[in-house]
């Protein structure tokens, strides 16, 4: 037994059998470190997306699953090597070979297209926040939602009409990939381009500018991604219907990688605020625990995810004289005895008003 997988395992020999198995990993390894920043930014900052922060869990967990199918692809489908080079090994039989490459290069479109529509689904989850007011823009958002849906399942569909083991499978038609490509191509540009909007709305210091461009430039590095997976309609290594193994070697290759790096672009925006450990607080230390993890609603409208800031830097400013309110939580040793009957897990609340008469 131990031979016979010996015999049919591919040896590395070239540089793109080397980048399928170093790229996506350490892309992996990065949008694993996004997400567990994520994570630890809602434990600390208690910010209410949950939605979202399981969307890129189950998306990461997705990413995973195709990065070792891209290892399984290089190791025992002979990727990163031409249909001739794979023929001329004469301990490889080509049709053994070409017949587990073509399943698990379907199995790898499925586990792509379910962790770049996770992806992109999370995306709109946060965009209808941050138009919560807009409500044009927020049935826009649901109808991209809705239209990523019926996306995955059309391809998922067609997918698995192609090939269904143990029944035949064949290459998707040239016409079938351009259009689940092109398709998935317009709704990475939507994705980018829909926040335009409100960040050119915003009042951003500059490195929150350089921060959304750098985003900005990412997300144009996946939609770039999403463009060269086309490998039916761009023969870079070969042409697909000839040679199918050594023309995938694009799509191979970028698929998890576009979903890394969509999955830290997704991740980003919730962990710039991260808490530094290094900065002095002037909160006692048995409290500061607690101030960090008040959150609080100011008004109706407001976001329940406003961090305790300055009543300046969040209050509305206006011409007129308004009532200013804020959380504050006091030290004082004077009031030890009447929060003496609060539990281990309980802070005082003082809320203070600032009345002008107009």
């Keep these: 037994m131990a031979g016979s997988i010996t015999n049919n395992r591919f040896d590395i020999i070239n540089g793109k059998q080397l980048a399928l198995l170093i790229a996506p990993l350490l892309c992996f390894v990065v949008a694993s470190a996004a997400v567990a920043a994520r994570w630890y930014t809602r434990s600390v900052r208690r910010i209410n997306t949950l939605t979202e922060d399981v969307l890129m869990l189950a998306a990461l ?23 001739d080079q794979i023929k001329a090994d004469p301990t490889k039989d080509f049709d053994v070979v070409n017949r587990f490459w073509l399943r698990l290069q ?9 962790s770049i529509a996770t992806v992109q689904i999370a995306f709109a989850k946060a965009y209808l926040r941050l138009y919560e007011r807009k409500r044009i823009a927020q049935t826009a958002c649901w109808c991209s939602i809705g239209l990523i849906s019926i996306w995955y399942i059309w ?16 290459l998707q038609s040239k ?15 939507v994705i980018l381009f829909a926040p335009v909007p409100a960040i050119l709305a915003a009042e951003l210091s500059a490195k929150k500018r350089w921060s959304v461009m750098i985003l900005f430039l990412l997300g144009c590095f996946c939609t770039i991604l999403a463009v060269l997976r086309i490998d039916c ?40 605020s991260l808490p530094s450990w290094r900065r002095a607080s002037p909160i006692a230390s048995n409290e500061s625990h607690g101030l960090r993890r008040l959150k609080f609603r100011t008004t109706s409208s407001g976001s329940s995810t406003s961090n305790l800031n300055e009543p300046s830097q969040w209050m509305p400013h206006a011409s007129k004289p308004q009532a200013a309110a804020f959380v504050t939580l006091t030290s004082d040793s004077d009031t030890l005895e009447r929060t003496g009957s609060l539990g281990a897990n309980e802070i005082k609340i003082t809320k203070e008003y600032n009345l002008d008469r107009l």
């Design 233 to 272: 309609a761009i023969n870079v290594f070969g042409d697909v219907e000839e040679d199918p193994i050594g023309a995938s070697w694009w799509r191979v290759c970028f698929s998890p990688i576009e979903v890394a790096v969509g999955i830290v672009c997704c991740c980003v925006p919730n962990v710039r």
């Design 175 to 189: 016409k079938s990939c351009i259009i689940i490509g092109s398709l998935h191509v317009f709704f990475n540009s």
């Design 61 to 83: 967990a997705m990413s995973f699953v195709v990065v070792t199918i891209v290892y399984v692809l290089v190791f025992l489908g002979g990727e990163g090597l031409t249909s």
């Design 155 to 170: 391809s998922l569909a067609g997918w698995i009409s192609m090939c269904h083991p143990p029944g035949k499978c064949e």
């Design 106 to 114: 379907f199995a790898l479109d499925i586990c792509w297209a379910t």
